[in-house]
């Protein structure tokens, strides 16, 4: 499985934006897409991840902030970011859990909140 992450940027507190990830290669109906961050000096930590069958499981810190959308069909997830505050920047990785439970990574997208 292959994943291709996009947006991401700089943007000030109060502001918004919107990070999407594609997934391609053999995926199977049953599977977990979602997003993960890491600040710098911190491990990396799971912001949202959704199930094929519409799960979500959002980290506190984001909740009633980001809103993750997607669609099995075309094997993709988005992040929309509103209320961005300076502790959301990181770099922001789009994940793929299979059926079997192997993990793969996009390769990062940074995301800077400051004014």
């Known amino acids: 499985v292959q994943l291709q992450a996009s947006g991401g940027g700089l943007a000030q507190p109060g502001g918004s934006l919107r990070l999407s990830c594609a997934a391609s290669?053999?995926?199977?109906?049953?599977?977990?897409m979602g997003w993960y961050r890491q600040a710098p000096g911190k491990q990396r930590e799971l912001v949202v991840i959704?199930?094929?069958?519409?799960?979500?499981n959002y980290a506190a810190s984001v909740k009633g902030r980001f809103t993750i959308f997607r669609d099995n069909a075309k094997n993709t997830v988005d992040l929309q970011m509103d209320n961005l505050k300076p502790e959301d920047t990181a770099v922001y990785f789009c994940?793929?859990?299979?059926?079997?439970?192997?993990?793969?990574w996009g390769q990062g997208t940074l995301v800077t909140v400051s004014s």
């Open positions: 290669g053999r995926i199977f109906s049953d599977n977990v």
């Open positions: 959704m199930t094929s069958g519409g799960i979500r």
């Open positions: 994940n793929f859990q299979s059926h079997l439970g192997r993990n793969y």
